[in-house]
């Protein structure tokens, strides 16, 4: 099982990015799968997680109505646009899912390799 990220940049406030991640050695879109993020000296926030066989999709408060989580599932790819950022939004974001698990609430227990956002103001 591997997540590999991308995406991460340097913007301005207000400007958007968009993150991708790519999964192998599982179909990602019956699992529970989304977005962690971890700015400095703070802790792993849950940012977005998306279950595509149920069409469930959960956001944390911080991002609701400026981040959109989807999947292709013919690329086996989970994005995260990223729209109005914030300096409050910069950190590692990291993909992760359940692996056969299909509940967003649930540990995630496989991570892909971080990606750095970075908001100027």
């Known amino acids: 099982v591997q997540l590999q990220a991308s995406g991460g940049g340097s913007v301005q406030a207000g400007e958007s990015l968009k993150l991708s991640c790519t999964a192998s050695g599982f179909t990602l879109w019956h699992y529970a799968i989304g977005w962690v993020r971890q700015a400095p000296g703070k802790e792993r926030e849950r940012v977005a997680c998306i279950v595509s066989t149920y069409g469930n999709i959960e956001y944390a408060d911080s991002v609701k109505d400026r981040f959109t989580i989807s999947t292709d599932n013919a690329k086996n790819t989970v994005y995260l646009q990223m729209n109005n950022l914030r300096p409050e939004d910069t950190a590692v974001y990291y993909c992760?899912?359940?692996?056969?698990?299909?509940?967003?609430?649930?540990?995630?227990?496989?991570w892909g390799q971080g990606t750095l956002v970075t908001v100027s103001s």
């Open positions: 992760a899912t359940v692996l056969y698990g299909s509940d967003c609430s649930m540990k995630y227990d496989a």
